[in-house]
């Protein structure tokens, strides 16, 4: 198609480009603000504050930025290139392949963006020194809980940004991901917290998203999906399939309940509890359970390491609100089957020996005997006030005060307030008490 000659106009007269200045023009323009643009990207202060990037511990600032930073200095030798290719340019279709280079660069940019943006939002949430504190000890909550698997098992622990967001349920960018530049790898595992359960005395989702690093990077996942179609190959196949589908979700589940106990299965319930219609839902390709199956198998664990309790009150009204004779045809006769074979599951889940733990189950690693709910009285009574202000204790101790603190906002809504002022306070103690040591 031939390119028409460009035209302006002055109180003069009239100018006339040929079609390679006119092209030549716009070329350059282009090139020059997506230039501008990239320079821009290198100030990490135009996507979240400085005092929010203070916020961070010392190592996670120092991952996140050189991730970031090498993102951009590839996109800035791109925008040297397209000036090359631009100053090289000399014929009419030299210069339409740079309007080209143009488009494919702004699409890379656009990517760069999205991972600066995402970031930058992620660490803009510890602008407020309190939330920046409560942050903190999320990070150090989810970091111990992977480190108590992965340094037995000779792996680093990767660095952990949690930030708070809105919404009923929480969600991870798993560190080792490529990001949306399509060659960046994420350097550190971003959780996502949601604001009622950051505030509400139980965060114990990020344990769950933690699971699920957990069984990316160690393979996990693969290998319950096996075990689960290997155990119910004969007597019911379809079980096996189902859970095998399942085998992630499942993952973080177990791994949330090891290190928290009932505080995990009560946080699930409210969190997934909803309209008839989503409790036995199953959406193509979804990982999750239905709800009405998930929350019965989450019960199932505390019942089978635990004994009677109060997950047994909350599995009755469960299903007393949830018949399963109300599922469709299919979800029901898979639930009745399964529910059969829950011990079984259990079993799987947290029992089972895993190459993924060099031939151990994940409860040699985590046992979820020490958040048993008498162990957590006995914690308290032993180390008495000092639990929740000792640095000693909150360092030490800090996942299984995550499930008392989660235990007790419960099974004790009548001291709702008390329970959340004290979370508060501790969980406010230790992740000041990082960016002190930092």
């Known amino acids: 198609m031939a390119i028409r000659a460009q035209v302006s106009r002055s109180g003069r007269g009239t100018t006339v480009l040929d079609d390679t200045t006119a092209l030549r023009l716009q070329a350059t323009r282009q090139v020059a603000h997506w230039r501008s643009a990239v320079i821009a990207l290198d100030d990490f202060e135009n996507f979240a504050s400085a005092s929010a990037w203070a916020n961070l511990e010392h190592h996670l600032d120092v991952a996140i930025r050189a991730q970031l930073r090498s993102s951009v200095q590839r996109l800035q030798k791109g925008a040297d290139v397209l000036q090359a290719e631009l100053q090289a340019a000399e014929t009419i279709a030299d210069l339409d392949r740079v309007r080209l280079l143009v488009v494919r660069f702004r699409r890379k940019y656009l990517q760069v963006e999205t991972a600066l ?5 992620a660490v803009n949430t510890r602008t407020s020194p309190k939330t920046g504190a409560l942050l903190r000890a999320c990070d150090i909550l989810a970091g111990r809980s992977l480190e108590q698997v992965l340094r037995p098992l000779g792996h680093l622990t990767p660095p952990i940004l949690t930030y708070v967001d809105r919404g009923l349920g929480a969600s991870v960018l798993r560190s080792g991901l490529r990001l949306w530049d399509g060659r960046s790898i994420s350097v550190a595992a971003a959780i996502k917290v949601t604001r009622h359960n950051l505030g509400g005395a139980r965060p114990s989702a990020l344990l769950h998203e933690a699971g699920h ?22 007597d019911a196949p379809d079980v ?18 090891a290190h928290s106990g009932y505080a995990a299965v009560a946080a699930l319930h409210d969190v997934i509890a909803g309209e008839e219609r989503r409790i036995w839902s199953v959406p193509p390709g979804d990982p999750h359970p239905p709800a009405g199956l998930r929350v019965v198998a989450n019960v199932a664990m505390a019942q089978q390491f635990y004994g009677a309790g109060p997950w047994d009150d909350l599995v009755r009204s469960w299903t007393l609100a949830h018949p399963a004779d109300r599922a469709p045809t299919e979800i029901r006769e898979l639930y009745v089957r399964s529910a059969a074979r829950l011990a079984r599951i259990v079993e799987i889940l947290l029992l089972r020996p895993m190459r993924a733990f060099q031939g151990r ?44 603190s989660g235990y007790r906002a419960a099974t004790e809504p009548e001291h709702a307030t008390e329970v959340a002022q004290q979370y508060e306070d501790w969980m406010t103690r230790l992740g000041r008490g990082t960016q002190v040591a930092a």
């Open 117 to 121: 943006d995402f970031y930058g939002d």
């Open 213 to 234: 690093q957990l069984g990316f990077s160690l393979g996990w996942n693969d290998e319950l999906a096996a075990a689960f179609r290997q155990e119910f190959r004969r």
């Open 240 to 257: 096996g399939d189902a859970w095998a589908s399942w085998s992630s979700e499942m993952a973080g589940d177990a791994f949330a309940f």
């Open 361 to 404: 189950p994940i409860t040699s690693l985590v046992d979820p005997l020490r958040v048993r709910p008498d162990e957590l009285a006995r914690l308290q009574r032993d180390a008495g006030t000092a639990l929740f202000t000792s640095p000693h204790w909150l360092w030490e101790e800090a996942l299984r005060l995550l499930a008392l």
